[in-house]
């Protein structure tokens, strides 16, 4: 059978659907290949949410063309994912050694048009459609690893967290952002069908999950009433009628898989913390402390030029209650500097927010016009330079911040969850504490999946190191 090699550009999303189609790929009988060179298919899962991101897939496929092109011209290529659906045929005029272009609703036909490709039925093909019912695809995993198998028959050993995707699409419209049009409409999963995924992951030995969305506090919300909520039709009868958001009642559900130990999700919106999402941090002990918040802007202004929907005062309040609700709450972001009409002053307030919030990290983002959408046109774009100089102090801000709060875990006791080796040093395990931060230590495999009291010995740049503690003696 084939061999595949998948690499992936851009976020969490993008890796979960890569693993999707990769273990469609492996049931198909498929073997994973450990570089692009020796694979007999290579697809590029892409990202555009900035032009680099596009630009490095491109650049990266046409390298691959090249060589297929000069030493191995049966080797199949493929473009899938947010740049395939924004540009679809587009991209095999100007690479035509391309031959599948396969959009964000098309993930679960990847095997099958491989299949026709590879047997010399079909030359090339682009599907980048809507699908009704795709976002309920994207659900196999392949928990033992992401590499090939060397072929000594040894199962590489199984993974403790897990992604599950519970919608795709997103409906927000921020001025600057992309995502509406390659991802599409908000169209969420039903809970009944989450939660079997979660169950069935659990039942392998997966100890966390997180819940996986362009935007999970959307969940459930778009086009369907009260008594259409996402749920399967035998949960749907047990539906309490009660004021929680849907994402809420997801939260719920999934909380009560036995074996499961804890929940995460990503990525929410600042407009979809509620008082019961609050309230769900207080009361639901597996969802960790831990919060991604993405802010975007320090200043009012510039969150409506945006269209946000919050302003820097709400979004201040959020962070207290969500501080009140669990008080060792680890909080992220993603902030843009250099939005169409940013000034100085506009700069100096999401210093000022970034000071005042005390992130534990962020992801900070130089603004990148994107086609069709509103800020590209704009007046008074930022230049490249001022953007770059303002990622830089930025960035300097975060760190200086991160490195405090890093340093004050130093001699503290805290719970990890052991997920493998360091990519790093392979010799030392790693595993994250409930607020998410990373914790080295000399542990073995037999740790592998368990909650593992730690002392932290030191810190280092957004790393922790530590010391498993020997407890209750
Ligand atoms: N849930 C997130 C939110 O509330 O906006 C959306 C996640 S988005 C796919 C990931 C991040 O990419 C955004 O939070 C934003 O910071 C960044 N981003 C999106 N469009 C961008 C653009 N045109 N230029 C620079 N960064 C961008």
């Known amino acids: 059978m084939p061999s595949v090699?998948?690499?992936?550009?851009?976020?969490?999303?993008?890796?979960?659907?890569?693993?999707?189609?990769?273990?469609?790929?492996?049931a198909k009988g498929y073997t994973l290949a450990p570089t692009e060179a020796v694979a007999d298919v290579v697809l590029l899962n892409t990202?555009?949410?900035?032009?680099?991101?596009?630009?490095?897939?491109?650049?990266?496929?046409?390298?691959?063309?090249?060589?297929?092109?000069?030493?191995?011209?049966?080797?199949?290529?493929?473009?899938?994912?947010?740049?395939?659906?924004?540009r679809g045929q587009e991209l095999i005029d100007k690479l035509p050694d391309v031959d599948l272009v396969l959009g964000t609703q098309k993930f679960h036909h990847a095997a099958d048009y491989l299949d026709e490709i590879l047997a010399g039925h079909r030359d090339k093909i682009v599907d980048v459609a809507a699908e009704p019912g795709s976002e309920a695809t994207i659900r196999e995993h392949l928990l033992y690893g992401k590499v090939a198998r060397n072929g000594d028959g040894h199962k590489p050993p199984l993974q403790i967290t897990a992604y599950v995707s519970i919608m795709q699409g997103c409906n927000q419209r921020c001025t600057f952002c992309i995502v509406p049009d390659t991802r599409g409409e908000e169209r969420s999963r039903s809970i009944a069908d989450i939660v079997a995924e979660c169950r069935q992951l659990v039942s392998q030995g997966v100890k966390e999950i997180t819940l996986l969305?362009?935007?999970?506090?959307?969940?459930?919300?778009?086009?369907v009433g009260r008594a259409e909520?996402?749920?399967?039709?035998?949960?749907?009868?047990r539906v309490p009628t009660t004021e929680k958001s849907p994402f809420v009642q997801l939260l719920e559900a999934v909380h009560e898989i036995e074996g499961l130990e804890r929940i995460r999700f990503t990525s929410p919106h600042p407009k979809g913390y509620g008082d019961d999402l609050i309230e769900a941090y207080a009361r639901l002990p597996k969802l960790v402390e831990s919060a991604h918040l993405p802010v975007q802007s320090g200043?009012?202004?510039?969150?409506?030029?945006?269209?946000?929907?919050y302003t820097r005062e709400r979004f201040l309040g959020l962070i207290k209650k969500l501080r009140r609700a669990r008080p060792d709450i680890g909080?992220?972001?993603?902030?843009?500097?250099?939005?169409?009409?940013?000034?100085?002053?506009?700069?100096?307030q999401?210093?000022?927010?970034?000071?005042?919030?005390?992130?534990?990290?962020?992801?900070?983002?130089?603004?990148s016009p994107r086609r069709d959408t509103p800020a590209a046109g704009m007046p008074d774009q930022v230049p490249l330079k001022i953007r770059e100089e303002r990622n830089h102090r930025l960035l300097e801000t975060i760190n200086e911040i991160g490195k405090r709060k890093y340093d004050a875990f130093v001699g503290r006791r805290t719970q990890i969850l052991v997920e493998g080796p360091s990519r790093k040093n392979p010799a030392r395990m790693t595993g994250r504490t409930r607020c998410n931060r990373i914790v080295v230590f000399e542990g073995s495999e037999r740790h592998r999946g368990q909650l593992l009291d730690v002392k932290i010995t030191r810190a280092g740049s957004f790393t922790l190191y530590g010391d498993p503690a020997i407890v209750n003696l």
């Open 5 to 26: 090699f998948i690499k992936t550009y851009g976020c969490q999303m993008n890796e979960r659907d890569s693993e999707a189609v990769a273990a469609q790929l492996v």
């Open 47 to 86: 990202c555009s949410v900035r032009d680099f991101a596009e630009k490095k897939a491109i650049g990266k496929m046409q390298n691959i063309a090249a060589d297929v092109r000069k030493n191995r011209p049966n080797v199949v290529l493929g473009f899938m994912c947010c740049m395939a659906q924004s």
């Open 213 to 223: 969305g362009q935007i999970v506090t959307s969940y459930g919300k778009r086009g």
């Open 229 to 237: 909520l996402p749920l399967g039709r035998d949960a749907q009868q």
């Open 299 to 309: 200043s009012d202004r510039v969150l409506k030029l945006m269209h946000r929907g």
């Open 331 to 348: 909080i992220t972001t993603d902030i843009i500097v250099g939005f169409p009409g940013e000034t100085e002053d506009d700069f100096e």
């Open 350 to 367: 999401t210093l000022s927010l970034a000071r005042e919030v005390g992130f534990d990290n962020a992801y900070l983002f130089k603004y």
